[in-house]
C-alpha cells in the first residue's frame, strides 16, 4: 500500500474520490495525512469523517514558505509518506518539498493544460468563450501548472454552460480521472522496482 498524502485547500471532492477507489480497492493507497492550508476547509471534515489524520495551518503565522514547508515536511516524514496528491491545493509548491519529492508530487488541473493555468481555470475558459476545457494530472515542478504532463481528458463547453454546470462536469472527469492515474502510476513503480 503506497502511503500519500493529499493537499487541499477547499471541499475536498477529489480527496473524497481518492478515498472513495481506496475503499473500493480499486487504488492501492492509504491515505495517511491531509495537509490543508485553510483550517476552516470542508476537506478537514471529510478527513475526519474517513479516519485520516490531518495537519493544518495558517500561512501567515510562518514568516517564509520555507518555515511551513519545513513544518510539512516533518510531519510528512513522521508518517513515511511516499508519494504526494495536490486535490485543490491554491499554493505553489517550494523548493523545500520539491527537493525531497522531486517526481513524487502529481496536481490534478481543471483544464487542458497548458491552456488557462492558475487560478480559476474554468472562468478563464468562459471568458475566453472556448470550445473545450477539461482535466489534467501533472507532475509538479517549480512553476505554475508547468510540469510534465500525465493524462488529460477533454470537456467540451457547451454555449448555455454556468460556471456551476461546467464545474460539475468537470469536476466529474477529475473523480474518475485522478484515482485511476494514481493507481497507473503506481503499478509502473513496482514494475519498475522487479525490473530495477
Do not use: W
Amino acid at each position: 500500500m503506497k502511503k500519500i498524502a493529499v493537499f487541499a485547500s477547499g471541499s475536498g471532492s477529489n480527496f473524497q474520490a481518492i478515498n472513495d477507489a481506496i475503499n473500493e480497492k480499486s487504488l492501492g493507497a492509504e491515505i495517511s495525512l491531509l495537509v490543508c492550508d485553510k483550517p476552516g476547509a470542508y476537506v478537514i471534515e471529510r478527513a475526519e469523517e474517513a479516519g485520516v489524520e490531518y495537519f493544518t495551518f495558517f500561512p501567515k503565522q510562518y514568516e517564509t514558505k520555507v518555515e511551513f514547508e519545513t513544518e510539512i515536511l516533518k510531519q510528512l516524514k513522521a508518517r513515511d509518506i511516499e508519494f504526494i496528491v495536490l486535490a485543490g491545493y491554491m499554493r505553489l509548491i517550494g523548493c523545500t518539498l520539491l527537493a525531497e519529492y522531486e517526481g513524487r508530487i502529481v496536481n490534478i488541473h481543471p483544464s487542458l493544460l497548458p491552456a488557462f493555468p492558475g487560478k480559476d481555470a474554468i472562468g478563464q475558459a468562459l471568458e475566453a468563450q472556448a470550445g473545450v476545457s477539461g482535466v489534467t494530472v501533472h507532475y509538479v515542478d517549480s512553476g505554475m501548472d508547468t510540469g510534465p504532463i500525465i493524462a488529460q481528458k477533454a470537456v467540451m463547453i457547451k454555449k448555455e454552460d454556468t460556471r456551476e454546470t461546467l464545474q460539475q462536469r468537470i469536476q466529474k472527469v477529475e473523480h474518475e480521472l485522478l484515482p485511476r492515474v494514481l493507481q497507473d502510476l503506481f503499478n509502473q513503480e513496482k514494475v519498475g522496482g522487479v525490473q530495477s
